[in-house]
């Protein structure tokens, strides 16, 4: 028996898919994971210490902002990714080294400065102490220091709606926490620090569409 009629094949899709001119089936850019920023922020202040930083925050060594608006008609969880590079630095007993880094973010405003005073992301550091001797001066002594690359991630705890911008400020301090001895190893002090540089990842995930349309 022949067939009379013939009925257009329909193909419904929600905001995660789409169907392009020949007509196939096609995912959307924002339906699988997305890297969408990815920077590299560089140390301005790393080398050698003229003088110490014992007054909190310290020492800035990397400062970087990011920002990325979701162009996409779906809201997104964001993941929020930090590497730290490697971290270095040299101190003469009994003096120390810290490092300190923080992050804030703000949605369709201006994060707040974020300042390691009193509350931070991460610190790392070290102190030497081998005594004084008999006319109390310090022991001779320097230590040598680093730490392996690490990352942290932070899950933001609402998604990005649509049309909605995201920003994140990073730094990262140095300071020498007190009390702080001018003729450190026996009157020939050796303090550096180097930060070398951070890491800033925005990764963009999917989420469940809600209109189906065709």
Not at 42 to 55: E, H, I, M, Q, Y
Not at 60 to 73: D, F
Not at 81 to 99: D, E, K, L, M, Y
Request: glycine share 6%; proline share 11%; net charge negative.
């Amino acid at each position: 028996m022949p067939i009379t009629e013939y009925l257009e094949p329909y193909v419904c899709v929600d905001e995660n898919l789409a169907v392009d001119a020949a007509g196939r089936l096609r995912l959307q850019p924002w339906s699988v994971p997305e890297l969408v920023v990815d920077v590299r922020a560089k140390s301005s202040g790393d080398g050698p210490l003229a003088r110490p930083w014992t007054v909190l925050p310290g020492r800035l060594m990397i400062e970087q902002q990011i920002h990325w608006h979701n162009n996409a008609p779906i809201a997104r969880p964001l993941l929020i990714r930090v590497t730290r590079g490697p971290r270095q630095w040299w101190t003469s007993q009994p003096n120390a080294i810290q490092f300190r880094d923080r992050w804030t973010y703000a949605v369709d405003a201006e994060p707040s400065p974020p300042l390691t005073s009193s509350i931070f992301n991460g610190r790392t550091g070290s102190a030497l102490d081998l005594g004084t001797n008999s006319v109390a001066e310090p022991l001779p002594g320097v230590q040598f220091m680093w730490t392996e690359v690490n990352s942290v991630d932070e899950w933001l705890p609402y998604p990005i709606e649509p049309n909605q911008s995201f920003s994140l400020w990073y730094r990262c301090y140095m300071w020498t926490p007190p009390p702080w001895s001018d003729n450190a190893n026996q009157n020939s002090p050796t303090h550096a620090a180097f930060a070398n540089w951070a890491r800033l990842q925005l990764i963009a995930f999917p989420d469940q569409g809600s209109v189906v349309t065709g």
